[in-house]
């Protein structure tokens, strides 16, 4: 992990000399891969050799993203899947399969929300949900003996509040509970959750990683730190045959045969091979060549987003501006304040030194490129807004090198229940923008020129 991170980018996970010195990843478009020999076939199938079989179980081309993005994230290992969404309900599943619960903030990405709140309880798995996840007496309380995860996003969406992912960890480890982040919003050039105490990182890949705008995708990343043997999760040291040799009579669990990167391995075995979410080889692909100039996006992403929020905090028909990016650098030093350290010994800190000293101190390079704003006037005028904006795109989705805003209570967020929607504070006043890379005067010209219709 010496080298920097563009250089990772750029290189890690793909040897060219074994994929006939080609420069660009070769997309490896095959279902199955021949096996050769019976001696061969076995060993793949067994798992006692390496290689490959048919393209559900894995591909080089899946290989390559998957290394590469374990790589960038600090972890010992990625799983590769077909969307953001199957990378959150796979990690959240595979925690919480066997009658677990889990602990989720309320302000996450509509889907997400809705898989936890509507969907998962058919399957026995249920979530509590508290809308400060950085209240950690308030997360603490809820934590029993069936608690088997803390899900957050680190950045969330659309509101940019910072979750406090070292206190999160710590209070987490206490009781034995994994803490799984989903970092899709500032991207592992901004953050790497696993450095502050994360377990699993989930991302959708179709967002900033891929960058532009033309592929799905999602990966689980496992830090590979934490003791799935301890207790609370039955899933993971009960026998599965899938993994054993019942021909010689031995029968392993996940944690006997794969100790702390259990996790990823069951995720890999039984979800990814059971539901089939795989990542196409093309769309792999895809997300390399995005990831390859990640390192240089992110940076004017975040400038322009920059320049948007306070542009936008200069505006009469402009009520609040959410960017959690304003706060940067504003904690006076040596003043403790965040629930990270520890102490509540000179008062609670206010809310916002606290998000300041989350930003200062897990996101000092930037909180990513979206930010959201409510206007005076309520939904219409936000429809004219969006009706209004000729170089802005009006679509649902984040980090694309086009700039992209859209109304998140109708669109992204719709299916939220009430009372969580207002609590994120997605109201129908409220707009998301996400930067993208072209010229931040010409973005400013045209939200002016929306806006100024829009209230004329
Ligand atoms: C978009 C998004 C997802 C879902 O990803 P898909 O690739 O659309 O399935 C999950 N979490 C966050 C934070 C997102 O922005």
Known sequence: MGEGFGTRAVHDGYDCRENGYAASVPIYQTSAFDMVDADRGDGLAAGTL????????????????????????????????????????????????????????????GTSVDAMETFFPNFGIHTDFVDDINDLDAVEALIDDRTRAIFAESVANPSTAVTDIPGLARLAHRHGVALIIDNTVPTPYLLNPIDF????????????????????????????????????????TQPELVISDERHG?????????????????????????????????????????????????PVQVATARRLADHLSTLPQVTQVNYSGLLAGQVPAGRGTGNEQGGEGGGVPAPDDRQAHLVNTLL???????????????????KRIVDGVRLISYMPNIGDCRTLIVDPARITHRE??????????????????????????????????AIAAAYA
């Open 250 to 298: 031995s029968m392993v669990s996940f944690l006997d045969a794969f100790g702390d990167l259990a996790f990823l391995h069951r995720v890999h075995t039984k979800y990814l091979h059971t539901f089939g979410a795989v990542m196409s080889p093309f769309n792999a692909y895809l997300q390399l060549n995005g990831l390859e100039t990640l390192a240089q996006r992110v």
């Open 197 to 236: 105490g994360a377990d699993i990182v989930v991302h959708s890949t179709t967002k900033g990683i891929n960058g532009h705008g033309n592929a799905m995708g999602g990966v689980i990343v496992d830090g590979g730190r934490f003791d799935w043997g301890n207790g609370r999760y039955p899933q993971m």
């Open 364 to 382: 000092p390079k930037g909180v990513g490129p979206i930010l959201s704003f409510r206007v005076e006037g309520g939904y219409e005028r936000v």
């Open 50 to 109: 390496d290689g490959f079989s048919y393209s559900r179980l894995a591909n080089p081309t899946v290989k390559v993203l998957e290394d590469r993005l374990a790589s960038l994230e600090h972890g010992r290992g990625a799983v590769a899947v077909a969307s953001g969404m199957a990378a959150v309900s796979f990690a959240l599943m595979c925690a919480a399969e066997k009658g677990g619960r889990l602990i989720s903030s309320s302000s996450l990405y």
């Open 416 to 449: 939220v229940p009430a009372v969580y929607r207002r609590a994120a504070g997605v109201d129908d006043d409220l707009l998301r923008i996400s930067a993208g890379l072209e010229e931040a005067d010409d973005l400013i010209a045209d939200l002016d020129q």
